[in-house]
């Protein structure tokens, strides 16, 4: 019976330093990616696009125009309004 106690007993730190090690590795993969693609994802601008509004929009959805301009405004003014927005954009990423 010794032999099955140190054979065990050889198994169990070999299953221990296995589990350790795949944690670390776990965690370091994790740790770069933070908690999956979502939290490395940069959070929506949901400000109106309309020149000067300080509204908050519902979203891309609805084309980033708050309420009170998507009554106001025309389609066409509207898509007007998110061209000049990435226009203003685009200059500023160059």
Same mark, same amino acid.
């Given at each position: 019976?010794?032999? $099955? &106690?140190?054979?065990?007993?050889?198994?169990? !730190?070999? =299953?221990?330093?296995?589990?350790?090690?795949?944690?670390?590795?776990? /965690? +370091?993969?994790? #740790?770069?990616? #933070?908690?999956?693609?979502?939290?490395? +994802?940069?959070?929506?601008?949901? !400000?109106? +696009? =309309?020149?000067?509004?300080? $509204?908050?929009? +519902?979203?891309? !959805?609805?084309?980033?125009?708050?309420? =009170? &301009?998507?009554?106001?405004?025309?389609?066409?003014?509207?898509?007007?309004?998110?061209?000049?927005?990435?226009?203003? /954009?685009? =200059?500023?990423?160059?």
């Amino acid at each position: 019976m010794p032999t $099955n &106690h140190r054979l065990s007993t050889l198994l169990d !730190r070999f =299953v221990t330093q296995l589990a350790g090690e795949i944690a670390t590795r776990a /965690r +370091r993969e994790l #740790g770069s990616a #933070g908690l999956g693609k979502r939290a490395a +994802r940069q959070k929506l601008d949901m !400000r109106c +696009r =309309v020149d000067g509004c300080k $509204n908050r929009s +519902r979203g891309p !959805r609805f084309g980033y125009i708050c309420d =009170v &301009h998507q009554e106001k405004l025309s389609k066409r003014q509207q898509q007007a309004a998110r061209d000049a927005w990435n226009e203003k /954009r685009d =200059v500023r990423r160059a």
